[in-house]
């Protein structure tokens, strides 16, 4: 499994979109990028379609390599690593290397 999974924050760490945070909407595994929401948009020409009468040049998300984006730990207010973590019920878990703030499991 990646580093990150659907539904998390993350922040970009390279490239035009550095710092941006976002929560991840898509994670492409077989071409090992993902979708964050509101960052890397592109401008997309839509054809008019049944689905989509309009058509137009609509806004939408781009994707951005894997391996340029971190965990964001809003209590550290940075990108950090994460390490697993298992509670006395053992229900493992992911939390803050730093600060051992638990990030919500991926929403899968
Ligand atoms: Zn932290």
Redesign the pocket.
């Known amino acids: 499994m990646a580093h990150v999974s659907r539904g998390d924050t993350v922040v970009v760490t390279k490239g035009r979109e550095r710092g941006k945070q976002g929560k991840i909407k898509r994670v492409l595994t077989a071409k090992g990028r993902v979708e964050i929401e509101n960052v890397m948009m592109v401008k997309k020409h839509v054809k008019a379609s049944q689905k989509d009468p309009q058509g137009g040049i609509k806004d939408i998300e781009g994707t951005v390599n894997i391996s340029n984006v971190s965990l964001w730990?809003g209590?550290?207010s940075k990108a950090?690593r994460s390490k697993k973590v298992v509670d006395d019920a053992g229900k493992k878990s992911r939390a803050?290397v730093?600060?051992d703030?638990t990030f919500p499991n991926p929403g899968m």
């Open positions: 730990c209590t550290c950090v803050c730093k600060c703030t």
